[in-house]
Nanobody, 121 residues
């Protein structure tokens, strides 16, 4: 069975930083492209960014470009989302996903359960 587990969410003041982690188990994700999405209350799930299977290439939504950075761990079954200069509008549940690099969540076959990020203004 495949599991993706996010961690690292919490409450932070605007302008602060958080680092989310996504740990994969049950399958080797070293050959999978992976991505981060977020969903705020009453809104659709939104693409945050993605990273290639080897970590050499990333892409980001315009809303987070220059503030967020996605990396992969040395074991390739871990992915990170470093979030800096956080804004109130970054408040959402953040999900990691595996299987694609695109912005359409339907292209991803595996999902974590999500971790809450709350940014206080």
């Amino acid at each position: 069975q495949v599991h993706l587990v996010e961690s690292g969410g919490g409450l932070v003041q605007a302008g602060g930083s958080l680092r989310l982690s996504c740990a994969a188990s049950g399958r080797t994700f070293s050959s999978y492209n992976m991505g981060w999405f977020r969903q705020a209350p009453g809104k659709e799930r939104e693409f945050v960014g993605s990273i290639s299977w080897n970590g050499d290439s990333t892409n980001y939504a315009d809303s987070v470009k220059g503030r967020f950075t996605i990396t992969r761990g040395s074991g390739a079954n871990t992915m990170y989302l470093q979030m800096n200069s956080l804004k109130f509008e970054d408040t959402a549940v953040y999900y990691c996903a595996a299987g694609s690099r695109g912005s359409d969540p339907r292209m991803y076959g595996y999902w974590g359960q999500g971790t809450q990020v709350t940014v206080s203004s």
